[in-house]
T-cell receptor, first 114, second 118 residues
């Protein structure tokens, strides 16, 4: 069964600190993995995309890693800001579907305190 | 800049009413999707469309229906709303449309409609 598991479920950090969010998946055949940021009451917005051959991808203060062998990904946030408070969702796409089927994790709810 | 729009953003309605949630995109995408999301839970696909006059049910059973008469428009209808329909509904699109925002089948999401049925 294709699944995406994220940890931790929620995280509270102080402004300026770093944090790392984890994602484990069993989706096969694998196409790509995205990290989305979803602000409260809004739709998800893509932060990074990683394909099978990519190990690291950065977008400003966000750095995603992918280990396709162990089927694990992480999202590292550097020097957190209050605006980083949101849900971060790991989304995996399978290669075998013309639909472009996506498998969603439940997200990690990040709260940044001043 | 919002290329995919959903209205209304919030809707509170009584049981038994008929409602239509609107979704429009200006990217010329052929594929469109409706997801349902409850607090703290993952998004569940309830409907999708490959193009005009194409609609399919998703993974999560839903009493709602959809239509795709125009490429840019993908409305979702509930004939008789019930409290169990209370949720957030997200519309998304992807495909070989115009512009550069079509990389690797990225799905672009609208802001969502928060539906509460009393």
């Amino acid at each position: 069964k294709n699944q995406v598991e994220q940890s931790p479920q929620s995280l509270i950090i102080l402004e300026g600190k770093n944090c790392t969010l984890q994602c484990n998946y069993t989706v096969s055949p694998f196409s790509n993995l995205r990290w989305y940021k979803q602000d409260t009451g809004r739709g998800p917005v893509s932060l990074t995309i990683m394909t099978f051959s990519e190990n690291t991808k950065s977008n400003g203060r966000y750095t995603a890693t992918l280990d396709a062998d162990t089927k694990q990904s992480s999202l590292h946030i550097t020097a957190s800001q209050l605006s980083d408070s949101a849900s971060y969702i790991c989304v995996v796409s399978d290669r075998g579907s013309t639909l472009g089927r996506l498998y969603f994790g439940r997200g990690t709810q990040l709260t940044v305190w001043p | 800049e919002a290329d995919i729009y959903q209205t209304p953003r919030y809707l509170v309605i009584g049981t038994g009413k008929k409602i239509t949630l609107e979704c429009s995109q200006t990217m010329g995408h052929d594929k469109m999707y409706w997801y349902q999301q409850d607090p703290g839970m993952e998004l569940h696909l309830i409907h999708y469309s490959y193009g005009v006059n194409s609609t399919e049910k998703g993974d999560l059973s839903s009493e709602s229906t959809v239509s795709r008469i125009r490429t840019e428009h993908f409305p979702l209808t509930l004939e008789s709303a019930r409290p169990s329909h209370t949720s957030q509904y997200l519309c998304a699109s992807t495909g070989w449309g115009q512009g550069v925002r079509d990389y690797n089948n990225e799905q672009f999401f609208g802001p969502g409609t928060r539906l509460t049925v009393l």
